[in-house]
Nanobody
Framework: QVQLVESGGGLVQSGGSLRLSCAAS????????IEWYRQVPGKQRELVAA???????FYSLSVKGRFTISRDNPKNMVYLQMDSLKPEDTAVYYC?????????WGQGTQVTVSS
């Protein structure tokens, strides 16, 4: 079955960096777009970045220029390099894949940026 497992979250000071990882299994990874979302309690889940199977990427305006999404298709991995982190980046980060009409989510990884 489809599984997505995030890792790499943690506590970092403002201006610092973290790299999140998403390990995927159960589908033909290289064909699917993978997305990173984040959610703060009481707010809707927000799309942060996305990467297509061929490597084309998308970023929300709030992270463009600070975050970089990448993928390693042979390893079924997607990464989110987060630089110049701000307190407002604090959230639970999720990776997502839509496969055959079903949306799959990982369990999330907490990112906390202290000021």
């Amino acid at each position: 079955q489809v599984q997505l497992v995030e890792s790499g979250g943690g506590l970092v000071q403002s201006g610092g960096s973290l790299r999140l990882s998403c390990a995927a299994s159960g589908f033909t990874f290289s064909l699917e777009t993978i997305e990173w979302y984040r959610q703060v309690p009481g707010k809707q889940r927000e799309l942060v970045a996305a990467i297509a199977g061929g490597g084309q990427s998308f970023y929300s305006l709030s992270v463009k220029g600070r975050f970089t999404i990448s993928r390693d298709n042979p390893k079924n991995m997607v990464y989110l390099q987060m630089d110049s982190l701000k307190p407002e980046d604090t959230a639970v980060y999720y990776c997502n894949a839509d496969h055959r009409g079903t949306s799959y989510w990982g369990q999330g990884t907490q990112v906390t940026v202290s000021s």
